[in-house]
């Protein structure tokens, strides 16, 4: 199985700063790596797919890049709202993996 | 618009069996696979396996295999998460949702997630 590894865990961050979170997976994943946000006692909710692809909907100072086995979610001028935990996610082969999560806390 | 809704939250004795439904609108129900996720308190989430709503073929993570089955009514659009013997360990958040593109394989978008107290 392909593990996932995000950095950090959790981060604390003032409102408009800029954030960003790692993932490193242990093989090459192409760039089959989503992005998760999760508010509390929320589902689940997609940023970022194939690595860089904003979802529809998700705003533009959220941004994805990387290949192969690393990744960078990037948040500028972070929001109010922003504050929840992400989750990559590789969809290069089952089973569809995701990293353990990043908090990221009001400082 | 596109939805999934979940069946409500359960409470469950040790060793009893538990039923979670996970209902589709607004799309073509057996042209995209579904996944279900586990939450336990305060962790992360865990990817259970997946379903072809076209063929009904599941696939199960190593570690559900054996107690949890996956399944479909296509004719109302549903699908079902069976898990047995429950144990305290499965006390958590069950998430269903749509494989939103069998090439990215992300997962867009998701039920609100059903608690089962096993307890």
């Known amino acids: 199985d392909i593990q996932m590894t995000q950095s950090p865990s959790s981060l604390s961050a003032s409102v408009g700063d800029r954030v960003t979170i790692t993932c490193r997976a242990s093989?090459?994943?192409?760039?089959?790596l989503n992005w998760y946000q999760q508010n509390p006692q929320k589902a689940p909710k997609v940023l970022i797919y194939s690595a860089s692809r904003l979802e529809s909907g998700v705003p533009s100072r959220f941004s994805g890049s990387g290949s192969g086995t690393d990744f960078i979610l990037t948040i500028t001028s972070l929001q109010p709202e922003d504050f929840a935990t992400y989750y990559c996610q590789q969809g290069y082969s089952p089973p569809w993996t995701f990293g353990q999560g990043t908090r990221v806390e009001i400082k | 618009q596109v939805q999934l809704v979940q069946s409500g939250s359960e409470l469950k004795k040790p060793g009893a069996s538990v039923n979670i439904s996970c209902k589709a609108s607004?799309?073509?129900?057996?042209?995209?696979?579904l996944i279900w996720v586990r939450q336990a308190p305060g962790q992360g989430l865990e990817w259970m396996g997946w379903?072809?709503?076209?063929?009904?073929?599941?696939t199960y993570a190593q570690a559900f295999r054996g107690r949890c089955v996956f399944s479909l009514d296509t004719s109302v659009n549903t699908a079902f998460l069976q898990i047995s013997s429950l144990k305290s360990e499965d006390t958590a958040i069950y998430y269903c949702?749509?494989?939103?593109?069998?090439?990215?394989?992300?997962?867009?978008?998701w039920g609100q997630g059903t608690l089962v107290i096993v307890s």
């Open positions: 949702a749509r494989v939103g593109s069998s090439y990215y394989n992300f997962f867009d978008p």
């Open positions: 093989q090459s994943i192409s760039r089959s």
């Open positions: 607004g799309y073509t129900f057996t042209r995209y696979s």
């Open positions: 379903i072809n709503t076209n063929t009904g073929n599941p």
